[in-house]
């Protein structure tokens, strides 16, 4: 196994491997990375290839110009609003500040973001162009490789293994594969608990052992 800790700057720094290429794992893959963080993202098939790339996709404006939104995945700034609207064959009439394409009766409106503070992108330009900057600007190495198990030795996180054998170590994961992230919380939680088994088990040896002697 290659060795655990990872130098730059005469520094130990850590490696974290996030897993899952969907927008929160890349979102946390480039935020890590800024901050200096060796970081290697692993995705099973392709990246923003399901939820995450069929979103309405609302983002925050600060992104925005550091990756060009606008050219590089449709950034358009709305106004957001929440509302329930039932169906009606009358329109409704002015008095409201509500847009004019709105023609059926509302219930509860209200405005959860301003051109100033929200916006609509393409999900998956946005995932993918937000990756890539990741690997240009920030060294963020990408994997595709499925996630099959996550190790832990002594209580602490130590690699991971992908299937067909392939193992990244690292210092710490995070799982961020959506609705298939459960499988491998169970998987890490069982191992845990052999973990604790196997060693009471070593100790009640080395007791009976030393009784021995
Ligand atoms: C039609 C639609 C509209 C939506 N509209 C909005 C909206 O307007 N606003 C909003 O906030 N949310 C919206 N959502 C929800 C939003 O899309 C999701 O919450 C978000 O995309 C989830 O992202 P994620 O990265 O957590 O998961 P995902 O996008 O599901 O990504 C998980 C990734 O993990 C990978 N993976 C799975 N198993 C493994 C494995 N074993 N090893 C390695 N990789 C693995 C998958 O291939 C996938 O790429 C919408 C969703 C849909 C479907």
Redesign the pocket.
Known sequence: MATKKYISDGQTSKRVVV????????CTAYFLAKKGIAVTL?????????????????EAQSLAEELNGVESYGYRPVTTLSLTVKESSKPISGGSDLPAWIDGPVKSPSTIGTTETTAQVH?QLF?RKLLSTATKKYGVEVVI????EVRVELGRVDSVL??GGRVIDTDAVVL??????V??LIQIRYQAILNRLRFSRDEENARVKAEQA
């Open positions: 897993c899952g290429g969907g927008v929160t794992g890349v692993v995705e099973k098939s392709a990246v923003a290839c399901v939820a995450s790339g069929k979103a309405g996709a609302m999900p995932t490789g499925k996630l099959e992908l299937e961020a594969m959506g609705p298939w992230s499988y491998l």
